[in-house]
């Protein structure tokens, strides 16, 4: 019989690798839990129970792998008599708490009884998880448990992109943000690797920004972008959301922008041409004023007020038409670039009232509807830590950074993202307030009788409780901001063969990294000297041009 070949089959790109526990959270009704944190053959071995951990009826235990995974877990079993299959209790958790309650199983399996077999390799799971808990619910049994490992499975990318900086919680944020878009980059880019392991449109902007910045071209991301177009026949919207349509376009605008592949932005073309259409014919009024049929939405934190909600759609429709006329004119479509023009320009100057929302000012400031300074004053510096979404504060920290408020945003950063990691995050989360951290325990902890419990008490909207996603990659926002902007790198051509350097250190005393583009990295350093000016270090490779 022949073997598989790539018209009968579908290559993994993904890589599974095993990895070993870090730490045992807790457990009862055990010999030699400690056997399970060493690092063995990953094989079932005749080698005596001395060099394994023993688990009785009733008995139970969590492991911490030190890191938010996508996988499962395989549990190396020794032989026991009679050779019966014997019951396994498995709870995956993104937190110690998910493990210890009664967790969901939407998109993924995160609480199941398996089968063990003896002397068996016994893998189970696909879902995100940092902690495993094992309860043994056979009668009369104790077993031999010699390595329970997790099953990572991920794309091997190489991290082309870096910052670094004098400020150690900046770097952790920068390598969060990047590590929470890689678990993401599955199948296809992802929104959370256990719950919403699913192609959400609007959701996968910031995520393209960040794996652009950090991984370079993504093929995963243009397999993606292409599922939202075949899969989304005119006349419906993207997720069955009008907006998320209109992100497919900004996106698209904001790839080319990254990699400058005429190809790839060809293949686009009549999909893009109808879209557009179907947008000024459906979404905007002749009066210039939104009118956006079927589900509103924007972000889960705007979503009740039906002011701010209009505001935003009114902003996000000028952003998409001006990113349309973009893509259009490199198209040669020179008639559609300038209707999308003149239907933005038309809307832009429709009157916009201030709103409290800080999202959606934000979305205002990046649509010319409002100015920067105005509304960095009004609204974004205003309790600025608070009213933040993780999904739009990319957007809020790019009109801060619009008005020149740098050290605003990168305090906002550090305050709001980096509270996450206050918490034990190793990943960014679905969403966040900085009121949860008060009289707050780890989630990497048990909970504590008086202490919030921030993964089942926390929450709203459709992520209350567990079902919460403590791995979302629209979270990742800062990872892009903080190259883009402290390490003041600005493409003024596609594909990057003009960019600007002009670095916005804050506070900081030095910044350094490295910016992907398709000709090579860019490598920059910049220090602050003594008399306040900034001393840069710049290389860039051949085809790439710094423009003063």
């Known amino acids: 019989m022949r073997p598989f070949n790539d018209s009968d089959s579908i290559k993994d790109p993904r890589v599974k690798r095993y990895v070993t526990p870090k730490r045992i959270v807790m457990h009862s009704g055990m010999k030699n839990p400690e056997a399970l944190l060493e690092k063995k053959f990953g094989q079932p071995c005749i080698h005596g129970k001395a060099n394994s951990a023993m688990i009785n009826f009733g008995g139970s235990i969590i492991l911490d792998f030190g890191r938010e995974l996508h996988g499962g877990v395989q549990i190396l079993t020794g032989g026991w008599r009679n050779n019966k299959v014997l019951k396994m209790r498995v709870r995956f958790g993104e937190s110690v708490s998910e493990c210890l309650g009664e967790t969901n199983n939407d998109h993924a399996m995160h609480d199941s009884v398996i089968d063990l077999a003896p002397m068996g390799w016994n893998e189970f799971g696909i879902t995100g998880f940092r902690f495993v808990r094992l309860d043994f619910l056979s009668p009369d049994y104790e077993i031999e448990l010699q390595e329970v490992r997790a099953a990572s499975i991920m794309r091997e990318l190489e991290y082309k992109g870096a910052f670094e900086c004098s400020d150690k919680r900046l770097n952790d944020i920068w390598q969060t943000g990047a590590y929470t878009t890689h678990l993401c980059m599955q199948d296809c880019i992802w929104d959370g690797i256990k719950r919403d392991r699913l192609v959400w449109m609007g959701d996968m902007h910031p995520e393209a920004i960040v794996a652009a910045m950090v991984f370079g071209k993504a093929d995963v991301l243009e397999a993606s972008l292409d599922l939202m177009r075949d899969s989304t026949p005119m006349p419906a919207h993207m997720n069955g959301i ?6 497919w376009i900004i996106t698209h605008r904001d790839w080319f922008k990254l990699h400058g592949s005429k190809e790839y932005l060809e293949a686009q ?19 210039g004023v939104e009118c956006m049929p079927g589900r509103r939405f924007l972000d889960w934190p705007s979503n009740d007020d039906k002011g701010a909600l209009h505001a935003g759609l009114q902003a996000l429709l000028v952003i998409a038409l001006d990113a349309g006329s973009e893509v259009c004119n490199e198209l040669g479509e020179k008639e559609l670039a300038s209707e999308c023009s003149k239907t933005a320009n038309l809307m832009r100057t429709k009157e916009s009232s201030t709103v409290k929302s800080k999202q959606v000012s934000a979305l205002q400031v990046l649509a010319g509807m409002r100015k920067a300074d105005d509304i960095n004053k009004l609204v974004l510096s205003q309790d600025p830590f608070r009213g933040i979404s993780t999904f739009y504060g990319y957007y809020v920290l790019q009109a801060r950074a619009a008005a020149g408020d740098y050290q605003g945003a990168i305090d906002l950063i550090s305050k709001y993202w980096g509270g996450m990691l206050d918490l034990g ?3 960014f989360w679905e969403h966040f307030e900085l009121d949860w951290m008060e009289n707050a325990g780890r989630i990497d902890e048990i909970p504590e009788a008086g202490k919030r419990d921030v993964h089942k008490d926390c929450g709203a909207y459709c992520f209350k409780g567990l079902r919460h996603s403590f791995c979302h990659g629209w979270a990742s926002g800062p990872t892009a901001w903080l190259s883009e902007h402290v390490l003041g790198i600005k493409i003024l051509k596609p594909g990057a063969s003009e960019v600007k350097i002009e670095p916005h250190l804050g506070n900081l005393e030095w910044a350094s990294g490295r910016f992907p583009t398709p000709y090579g990295n860019i490598e920059v350093k910049h220090t602050r000297k003594a008399d306040g000016s900034i001393q ?5 490779p051949a085809g790439v041009k710094i423009v003063k």
């Open 536 to 540: 840069s270090e710049v290389k860039v």
């Open 269 to 287: 073309r009549d999909y893009m041409k109808k879209l557009l259409r179907l947008v000024m014919d459906t979404m905007c009024g002749k009066d």
């Open 425 to 427: 995050a190793t990943s």
């Open 242 to 247: 009008g907006s998320y349509s209109l992100w």
